[in-house]
């Protein structure tokens, strides 16, 4: 069983459609049990750092995250389910997150430019991922793909081997991690058209 967390942020519902069109249940679920008991777990994100950490403690989910992943069953975060797995965030102050991996979570600097012109913040739309190492998630995916982002905030791990992917706008950031069976991403792969899919149905396919 793939289980989505829902703990009141995040586009549940396309996560959810997305695993399905490749032929994989998935259950979208507030229960903290369901989420001790599913083989896979996803943690989406979308909105503030500080209220998405809120909802996660009050919706008593921190403590079943924690345990999923030190068990080694395949945890994937997505977009600020990325972020919120870093040590803190300076997004709309400091604010504490899981911890899970060391580092911080940063915002676009303003004034970025790319060949003569500014770089609005937030970062929208279609943009390449770059490689860093092997990842399960990447099987039958090119280097150098075109995916999904929508972000003003990108994490900085203190340690660089769990970078799995980069990107750049305006400066090259970590658009994705891998440390054993856990694997999160900036970018949106359900909004990635194939190549988000395929990386989907590579998730699904993950053994612990």
């Known amino acids: 069983m793939i289980a989505i967390i829902d703990y009141g942020m995040g586009n549940l519902r396309s996560v959810q459609k997305g695993f399905e069109r490749v032929g994989c249940q998935a259950l979208v679920t507030s229960d903290p049990q369901r989420i001790l008991e599913a083989d896979h777990v996803v ?7 500080r209220d998405c950490i809120r909802n996660l403690e009050q919706g008593d989910f921190v403590e079943p995250i924690l345990k999923v992943i030190a068990e080694g069953r395949p945890f994937l975060g997505i977009c600020l389910g990325l972020q919120l ?8 102050g400091l604010h504490q997150g899981l911890g899970v991996i060391p580092g911080r979570v940063v915002r676009f600097p303003e004034g970025m430019t790319e060949a003569g012109q500014k770089l609005p913040v937030p970062h929208m739309g279609w943009n390449q991922i770059s490689f860093q190492k092997p990842s399960p998630l990447f099987a039958g995916v090119t280097d150098n793909s075109n995916v999904y982002f929508v972000h003003s905030y990108y994490v900085k791990p203190d340690d660089p081997s769990v970078v799995a992917a980069t990107s750049s706008y305006g400066l090259e950031f ?3 991690i891998q440390r054993d069976n856990l694997v999160a991403t900036q970018f949106h792969p359900e909004k990635s058209q194939a190549i988000g899919l395929q990386m989907l149905k590579n998730f699904a396919e993950m053994k612990d």
């Open 174 to 176: 970590c658009a994705a």
């Open 85 to 92: 797995l870093f040590s803190e965030s300076e997004e709309f």
């Open 43 to 49: 943690l989406p994100g979308v909105g503030a750092f």
